[in-house]
C-alpha cells in the first residue's frame, strides 16, 4: 500500500543530544509536512515542503531544522532537545497545496 | 486572524443518538474546511471535506456562512465513532487547526 511511513515509532535520547527523525513516502507527492502534537493538543506546524522549497514556520524554533533530500524522504533534526521537546512528530504529505493530508504514524520522541 | 473553535473538548454520547460536533471559523473569503478523525492507535486521517460534499461513515457537515460554522453531524452514533476530531480550515498554505473534540459513544 501506498502510505506515509515513519522511523523511528519510539525514540528517546537524552537533554541536549541531537536527534535525526525520518519519513518516508510512496505516494509521490509533492508536499511534505513536519507537525509537532503534544498531548490532547491539535497539531502544530513546523515546516513543510512544496517540492524543494522549504517553508518555515514563524515560530518554530531554531532548534528544530530539517531536510528533504528527494521527493520521498524528509527528516527532521532536533539539534538540542530540551524537556519541552518531548512529544509526537508528525509527518504529512499531499499531492498539492490545499489538498488532503496524508499522515505518518507518528514518531514519540521523549527527552530524558 | 483566521482561527477555527471547536468549543467542546469532550462529547460523550449514548450509541444511537445524534452526534454533533461544532466548528466555528473565522477567515475573510471562501473557506476550505476538513474533518480529521484519529482513532484509537491509528494515524490522524481525513473524514471529509466540504468541497467533496460527501457523507463519510455516515457523518455529513455543511458549511453555514452566515454564522461561520462547519458543524459535523451524525444521526445516529455507533461504538466505533469514539475517537478525537479535529476541524481544520486551509489557509495561506497551511492548515489551522482547532483544538479538536474527544468523542466517545457510550454503549
Known amino acids: 500500500d501506498a502510505m506515509v511511513i515513519q522511523n523511528p515509532r519510539y525514540q528517546v535520547t537524552q537533554f541536549g543530544k541531537p536527534v535525526t527523525l525520518s519519513c518516508s513516502q510512496t505516494l509521490n507527492h509533492n508536499v511534505m509536512y513536519w507537525y509537532q502534537q503534544k498531548s490532547s493538543q491539535a497539531p502544530k506546524l513546523l515546516f513543510h515542503?512544496?517540492?524543494?522549497?522549504?517553508?518555515n514556520e514563524a515560530d518554530t524554533p531554531d532548534n528544530f531544522q530539517s531536510r528533504r533530500p528527494n521527493t520521498s524522504f524528509c527528516f527532521l533534526d532536533i539539534r538540542s532537545p530540551g524537556l519541552g521537546d518531548a512529544a509526537m512528530y508528525l509527518c504529512?504529505?499531499?499531492?498539492?497545496?490545499?489538498?488532503?493530508?496524508?499522515f505518518g504514524p507518528g514518531t514519540r520522541l521523549t527527552v530524558l | 486572524a483566521q482561527r477555527v473553535t471547536q468549543p467542546e473538548k469532550l462529547l460523550s454520547v449514548f450509541k444511537g443518538a445524534p452526534v454533533e460536533l461544532k466548528c466555528n471559523y473565522s477567515y475573510s473569503g471562501s473557506p476550505e474546511l476538513f474533518w480529521y478523525v484519529q482513532y484509537s492507535r491509528q494515524r490522524l486521517q481525513l473524514l471529509l471535506r466540504?468541497?467533496?460534499?460527501?457523507s463519510i461513515k455516515g457523518f455529513t457537515a455543511d458549511l453555514n456562512k452566515g454564522e461561520t460554522s462547519f458543524h459535523l453531524k451524525k444521526p445516529f452514533a455507533q461504538e466505533e465513532d469514539s475517537a478525537m476530531y479535529y476541524c481544520a480550515l486551509w489557509s495561506n498554505y497551511q492548515l489551522i487547526w482547532g483544538a479538536g473534540t474527544k468523542l466517545i459513544i457510550k454503549p
Open positions: 466540504h468541497i467533496s460534499r460527501e
Open positions: 504529512a504529505t499531499s499531492r498539492g497545496a490545499g489538498d488532503e493530508q496524508f
Open positions: 515542503y512544496y517540492d524543494k522549497d522549504f517553508n
